[in-house]
């Protein structure tokens, strides 16, 4: 049990890079978009969250279900976000910021909460 989990937490680390390398790449780009990277990261990291979760939950280990209600709310407002704008070539600048901060928030409650 103690691999599988070993295995969800890389996974999710790795959608965690893939979406905020994707957001990365686009930062001297004067049109931003949803790119490929970024819509296969937040996937993993959401589904392999889930995952991660259910493995931790059905074992011995105790889950802060506050931290993770908040990450999972995070996660699943990028998800939605990504996808809705996905075949958009371009989205509002705002937008882009705000998913990166999003992204970013969600990575500092998984450190420092």
């Known amino acids: ?16 890079a893939s979406l905020l390398g994707g957001m990365v790449v686009q930062l001297r780009e004067p049109a ?15 589904l392999a969250g889930l995952l991660l979760v259910g493995v931790l939950e059905g074992g011995d280990e105790t889950v ?25 070539e371009r989205v509002p600048t705002g937008l882009f910021w705000g998913l990166l901060a999003l992204t970013l928030g969600n990575m500092a409650v998984a450190i420092f909460w």
């Open 32 to 46: 931003k978009a949803v790119n490929a990277a970024m819509r296969d990261g937040i996937g993993l990291a959401f």
């Open 64 to 88: 802060n279900n506050a931290k993770i209600g908040v990450k999972f709310v995070i996660a699943l407002v990028i998800l939605v976000l990504v996808m809705a704008n996905m075949r958009k």
């Open 1 to 16: 049990m103690e691999l599988l989990e070993h295995i969800l937490v890389f996974l999710h680390f790795i959608g965690w």
